[in-house]
């Protein structure tokens, strides 16, 4: 495929979180717009007892190489130029990640990188807007496994990122000692992330629309029948979703909507009562479910390269 400045470049972008393997395959189009050709999400749960052992464990490795062994062969089926990995929360917190980034490159023949949170948090920002159209300033938020993302841009221009050690399986492993969790887990989960969100100026939040870019929304967009790309959301039905979920077995969870929610079935009530947390510290009564996130962000980056 032409490579020219001038002609789309055919990107696969991976996105290895703390719980999904996300592969995208897009053209990057010389006016700087995404032509999304394939987006495979598949489960690995990298991030499995890191928080607890500060390590990535055997199992959660072989299952992350197996899951990229079939985004390039994704990749190749769609005569992508180039594949590029971004690694987030568990690749960033684990101690040996080093020998991930070792199988990867000898098993597969890729380059596994791994973003820090302010990478993160910036080419989350990108990607989310990317398939938001006609938006070009927002406040971004990607509630991920491991951790959460927000940013605040205009024109082009990030004003604020922050990247914090708080995510759904994060949760989830640290306080919901049961399943479903009891009110005083849930409380403790609340407290704790009022902490966290407590760090940041409201005032740093202000005065631009809400866009999550994460599973979170194509989650609750899914659970609400919404059929629109980029449907809005309001937060009372972010607390009654949030509410319902955390009174659920995962079995029960996964039955909502298997093919949405089989693999996150036991961490969606975390990730409701993250996004449900955010809304409410800072007061926004809506949020757009957008479709684009951190690889999309990446196939930009690389496409312009």
């Keep these: 495929m032409a490579t020219e400045q001038n002609h789309a470049r055919r990107i696969a972008a991976i996105d290895v979180g703390t719980n999904t393997v996300m592969c995208l ?9 995404l032509e999304v050709l394939t987006d ?21 490795m072989d299952r992350v190489v197996a899951r990229l062994a079939e985004c390039k062969t994704t990749a190749e089926r769609f005569d992508a130029e180039t594949i590029v990995i971004g690694a987030t929360s568990a690749s960033r917190d684990a101690t040996n990640t080093e020998e991930l980034i070792r199988r990867v490159n ?3 023949g890729l380059d596994y ?12 920002f990108r990607g989310a807007l990317a398939l938001v159209p006609g938006t070009s300033e927002a406040r971004v938020l990607d509630v991920g496994g491991g951790s959460t993302e927000i940013v605040v841009g205009e024109d082009g221009a990030i004003r604020f990122r922050t990247s914090m050690d708080v995510g759904s399986v994060r949760l989830t492993e640290q306080f919901f000692l049961s399943t479903p969790p009891s009110a005083v887990q849930i409380r403790r989960a609340e407290r704790a992330l009022d902490a966290v969100l407590g760090m940041i100026s409201r005032d740093s939040l202000a005065g631009l629309p ?3 870019g994460g599973g979170t929304a194509r989650v609750l967009a ?21 509410d319902r979920l955390l009174t659920m077995s995962p079995d029960k969870v996964r039955a909502l909507n298997p093919d949405m929610l089989g693999g996150r079935e036991d961490i969606a009530g975390a990730t409701l009562l993250i996004l449900d947390a955010v809304m409410q510290r800072f007061g926004f009564e809506a949020f757009i479910a957008g479709q684009g996130g951190l690889r999309h962000g990446l196939a930009l980056l690389n496409g312009e390269r």
């Design 25 to 33: 395959v897009a053209d990057v189009l010389p006016d700087g717009s």
């Design 222 to 242: 899914s659970l609400i029948g919404a059929g629109e790309p980029a449907p809005t959301i309001p937060r009372r039905v972010v607390r009654e979703w949030r």
């Design 113 to 124: 990188r791994v973003l820090s949170g302010e990478e993160e948090a910036e080419l989350s």
């Design 40 to 60: 495979e999400e598949r489960f690995a749960r990298l991030g499995e007892g890191v928080d607890e052992t500060g390590r990535l464990s055997e199992a959660s």
């Design 106 to 108: 000898d098993e597969l």
């Design 210 to 212: 809400l866009i999550e």
